[in-house]
C-alpha cells in the first residue's frame, strides 16, 4: 500500500477511533476530534476526458494552529471536520520529510464535503521559520484561498478589528449596469501571510 493510500485509509478509520491506533503498517494517528457528520459522502466526479474532479480542498502549512484556528474558526465561522495528529512513516513519506509528527485539521462551511480548507502544522522542526509576508498587496508566489461570503462588511470589520493585514477593503472590480448591490471583494493576510479572498455576489435590479 503506498503512502497515499495508507493516508486515505487512516482517515476513514479515525472516525471510530477515539485514541492512538496503528492504520496502517507504518502510519499512526491520534483523533482529537471526531469527523463531523456531514449530509454527503459522494465519490469525486470526474468529466468525459479529466483526469482531475474539483479540487477538494486547499491546504496551508502554519506556524501556530491555534493562532490559525482562531481566523478560520472563531472568525470566519468554519467549522472543524476533523482534528488528528499524524505520526510514523507513512505520514513523512507523503510530506518528503522525516521523523516530524503532523496536526492536521480540515475546516467546512456548511456540510460540504469539498470546497474546504486544511490548517496543518509540523512538530518536531529545527530552527524558526522565516516571518510571514505582512505587506499589503499581492507578490509572485502568492497563494490566495476564496470564500464566498454573504457579509462582506461584517466580516471585512471582525478581520480589521483583530488585526490581519487588509490587503483590500470591500471594492467592486468591475461597475455592472442593472444591479441594486454591485459584486463586492475584499482581500487579507492571514497570520502567515496567505491571501484570504472574500467575495460577495451582487444583488440585481
Keep these: 500500500m503506498n503512502s497515499v493510500i495508507a493516508m486515505g485509509a487512516a482517515i476513514l478509520m479515525v472516525i471510530a477511533t477515539p485514541v492512538w491506533a496503528q492504520t496502517s503498517a507504518d502510519t499512526e494517528v491520534r483523533n482529537l476530534l471526531p469527523m463531523a457528520p456531514v449530509v454527503s459522502r459522494s465519490p469525486a466526479v470526474f468529466q468525459p476526458g479529466q483526469a482531475l474532479a474539483p479540487m477538494a480542498r486547499a491546504t496551508i502549512f502554519v506556524r501556530d494552529i491555534e493562532a490559525s484556528l482562531k481566523l478560520y474558526r472563531d472568525i470566519l465561522g468554519l467549522k472543524p471536520m476533523f482534528d488528528n495528529i499524524w505520526k510514523g512513516k507513512g505520514i513523512n513519506d507523503i510530506m518528503g520529510t522525516t521523523g516530524k509528527d503532523l496536526r492536521a485539521t480540515v475546516l467546512m462551511a456548511g456540510e460540504s464535503t469539498v470546497g474546504n480548507i486544511g490548517i496543518y502544522q509540523l512538530y518536531n522542526e529545527k530552527g ?29 470589520k471582525k478581520i480589521k478589528d483583530a488585526g490581519y493585514v487588509i490587503v483590500s477593503p470591500p471594492v467592486a472590480l468591475i461597475e455592472r449596469p442593472g444591479m441594486k448591490q454591485q459584486p463586492l471583494e475584499m482581500m487579507f493576510r492571514d497570520a502567515d501571510g496567505v491571501l484570504v479572498n472574500l467575495v460577495q455576489a451582487g444583488i440585481p435590479n
Excluded: C, S, Y
Aim: no cysteine; glycine share 6%.
Design 128 to 156: 524558526t521559520p522565516p516571518p510571514p509576508i505582512k505587506t499589503p498587496d499581492t507578490r509572485i508566489g502568492d497563494v490566495a484561498v476564496i470564500f464566498p461570503t454573504n457579509d462582506i462588511w461584517g466580516m471585512t
